[in-house]
């Protein structure tokens, strides 16, 4: 997609799979090596129902989308709220899917509505991104 972005327009979905080996990296880039990322039994004993990507991992793959949907424009502003976690099981991970539409463009800047699901269930709350249009 160009960067011509006009208000109303649907973003394609991008479909990111995420596996163990991800976060393992991820936790090796960004040092945070919380076991909740990476031990089933450690997240487990916290209440979680496994092992979960990290938030900021996954507001990365949302920041790849935009990227795409808008052929590397600057990013502005790019936020959520972590609102319900992704469980990445051993087997095959788990599929985070971005969409979104283009809410308004105004002063040479787009704001991004966007929409980020695993296995139907919103994983994050009001993201949006803003980028130089």
């Given amino acids: 997609m160009s960067a011509v ?4 327009d649907a973003l394609p979905e991008r479909v990111f799979t995420v596996t163990r080996a991800d976060l393992a990296a991820y936790a090796s880039a960004s040092g945070d090596h919380n076991p909740i990322h990476q031990d089933e039994d450690v997240a487990r004993s916290v209440g979680l129902p496994g092992v979960i990507a990290h938030g ?3 507001l990365a793959l949302v920041g790849r989308a ?3 949907w808008t052929d590397g424009a600057e990013v502005v502003e790019l936020g959520s709220k972590f609102t ?9 991970g788990a599929e985070v899917r971005v969409a979104g539409t ?3 463009v105004a002063d040479g800047l787009a704001t991004l509505a966007l929409e980020v699901t695993c296995d139907g269930q919103k994983v994050l709350g009001m993201p949006k991104a803003v980028v130089r249009a």
């Fill in 66 to 68: 935009v990227a795409e």
């Fill in 56 to 58: 900021m991992y996954t």
């Fill in 5 to 8: 972005l006009t208000a109303g």
């Fill in 84 to 92: 319900s976690p992704i469980v990445v099981p051993a087997d095959g």
């Fill in 102 to 104: 283009v809410k308004a």
